[in-house]
């Protein structure tokens, strides 16, 4: 779980990397949504054009004038950007709309990750999911969600001061899931119990540190960013899809909830109480949550 925890950051700061990168030629060419976004908002006047290098350049049979902004003129336009941003940053509380996008896609990623690790570490290719339906591992979207729910109103504090707050979360993260997976499912995904610096079952010394500089790129690098692609919805139709999505995993989450609740009574001999309890028993049973949760090991009731 850990490591695939850390190669979602590296992608997102791949991510981010080539953002700049596209951003940085934009702004060498005076092109781009952004660039046009702010010579129409007024953030730009059409003077950063002055001492542009203009050059005749021919895509697809059609010439036109490409231009080459100098340096200067460059770095003025980074900083509208940069302005432009810590603006809207300033002006937007996180809410419903931002967070289940960030789960999806940390959930998605997390698990498209985690099956290309096994395979590429180990040959294994097995299911990774974490909810009966759908391509979903939610403990990353809930770990990045929860992140960005507490260290948003911190990103302008010192780095230890999220450092703290970012390793106490992972481990509190893991700790209780890692409980309530064994003491309510009678699953067990992970151990740190043969790490000399473990703290407990789920919780060691070692991965509270690393949670702790996750948060910190989560917070300086990729947090703000992040949030400013999303945006906020602007139409009807952002809204409803945002909207079904959100009853979707709602409804995957509390499925998956009631499986493992049944296939922990199914292993104490504790039968169906009602037509609902049977026919998750019927379509969800025990073949079933072997073969979707392959990296789970089912230790039973505890004594």
């Given at each position: 779980m850990f490591a695939i925890t850390v190669?979602?950051?590296?992608?997102?700061?791949?991510?981010?990397?080539?953002?700049?990168?596209?951003?940085?030629?934009?702004?060498?060419?005076?092109?781009?949504?952004?660039?046009?976004?702010?010579?129409?908002?007024?953030?730009?006047?059409?003077?950063?054009?002055?001492?542009?290098?203009?050059?005749?350049?021919?895509?697809?049979g059609k010439k036109r004038l490409r231009a080459k902004i100098s340096r200067e003129q460059q770095r003025i336009i980074r900083a509208a950007k940069t302005q432009m941003r810590d603006d809207f940053?300033?002006?937007?509380?996180?809410?419903?709309?931002?967070?289940?996008?960030?789960?999806?896609?940390?959930?998605?990623?997390?698990?498209?990750?985690?099956?290309?690790?096994?395979?590429?570490?180990?040959?294994?290719?097995?299911?990774?999911?974490?909810?009966?339906?759908?391509?979903?591992?939610?403990?990353?979207?809930?770990?990045?969600?929860?992140?960005?729910?507490?260290?948003?109103?911190?990103?302008?504090?010192?780095?230890?001061?999220?450092?703290?707050?970012?390793?106490?979360?992972?481990?509190?993260?893991?700790?209780?899931?890692?409980?309530?997976?064994?003491?309510?499912?009678?699953?067990?995904?992970?151990?740190?119990?043969?790490?000399?610096?473990?703290?407990?079952?789920?919780?060691a010394w070692r991965f509270l540190a690393i949670w702790g500089c996750i948060g910190i790129a989560w917070c300086k690098v990729i947090m703000p960013e992040l949030i400013y692609r999303i945006g906020e919805p602007t139409t009807t139709r952002q809204m409803t899809v945002v909207t079904l999505l959100t009853v979707f995993v709602a409804a995957d989450i509390a499925m998956t909830l009631m499986c493992f609740y049944r296939a922990g009574k199914r292993q104490e001999g504790v039968p169906p109480g009602n037509p609902f309890e049977v026919y998750v028993d019927t379509h969800y049973n025990d073949e079933f949550m072997a073969?979707?949760?392959?990296n789970m090991t089912f230790t039973g009731p505890q004594r």
């Open positions: 190669l979602i950051l590296a992608v997102f700061l791949l991510f981010r990397l080539g953002i700049l990168l596209v951003q940085k030629y934009h702004d060498a060419r005076g092109t781009g949504r952004s660039f046009k976004r702010m010579l129409k908002s007024g953030a730009l006047d059409a003077q950063v054009y002055e001492e542009a290098v203009w050059s005749e350049v021919e895509h697809f940053l300033d002006d937007i509380q996180p809410g419903f709309y931002q967070y289940i996008i960030i789960f999806l896609i940390a959930s998605i990623l997390g698990l498209v990750l985690e099956m290309v690790w096994m395979f590429v570490m180990f040959g294994i290719v097995e299911s990774r999911v974490g909810l009966v339906w759908g391509p979903f591992s939610p403990l990353y979207g809930f770990g990045a969600v929860l992140l960005t729910m507490l260290l948003w109103k911190l990103r302008k504090k010192p780095w230890w001061v999220i450092f703290v707050v970012s390793a106490v979360t992972g481990g509190l993260l893991e700790q209780g899931t890692g409980w309530c997976m064994e003491y309510f499912m009678h699953a067990e995904s992970w151990s740190y119990l043969h790490l000399p610096d473990h703290i407990s079952q789920w919780v073969d979707t949760f392959e």
